[in-house]
């Protein structure tokens, strides 16, 4: 008996301690990505102004091929929606909406993942003449729970990999059609 009590105070104690650990780590996480495509920034842009070309080369997108997407409001700018519903988990269901434009520049939009919560994600694009820097950037509030700040922890490994496999994919598409 006095085993047991020992084993539940050691479990409980490490259970406290690594809760406390957890608010060091911030709520708010980043995850950014950047590509050089050999194309000009007109040309870069066009591609991410509005939300029906993502469909070509986002790296989620393309998972399920049973993926039902409802596109609403206008084609590019500030706006345009995009509203999705998917079985596989690494897809799921959400929404998307364009709530800043700035024309090649910055396409900022609102991202919803329902019970997952909310986002924020960017692309930045610079112009270097006959080439353009694509930067892809995700934040979000992991929440006050020390379950989400440790998933914050991992949010750039699990989310950065497929932002680079998503810019490969814009840079390959455009650089193809040249």
Do not use: H
């Amino acid at each position: 008996m006095r085993m047991l009590k020992l084993v539940l105070t050691i479990l409980i104690a490490l259970i406290v301690v690594l809760a406390c650990v957890s608010f060091v780590f911030s709520r708010q996480v980043k995850v950014e990505r950047s590509i050089e495509i050999d194309a000009p920034i007109s040309v870069v842009f066009a591609q991410l102004d509005g939300l029906k070309s993502t469909a070509d080369w986002s790296p989620w997108l393309g998972i399920d091929p049973d993926i039902e997407l409802d596109y609403s409001g206008p084609e590019t700018g500030v706006g345009a929606k995009l509203v999705w519903s998917s079985d596989p988990p690494n897809v799921g269901s959400g929404a998307q909406k364009i709530i800043e434009m700035v024309e090649n520049e910055k396409v900022v939009s609102e991202l919803d993942f329902g019970n997952m919560g909310t986002a924020i994600a960017a692309f930045i694009v610079d112009d270097l003449g006959e080439k353009t820097i694509v930067s892809w950037s995700l934040e979000t509030d992991m929440g006050a729970s020390p379950v989400g700040r440790y998933m914050g922890l991992l949010m750039d490994r699990i989310v950065g990999a497929d932002y680079e496999k998503g810019l490969e994919s814009l840079k390959a598409m455009i650089e193809a059609n040249g």
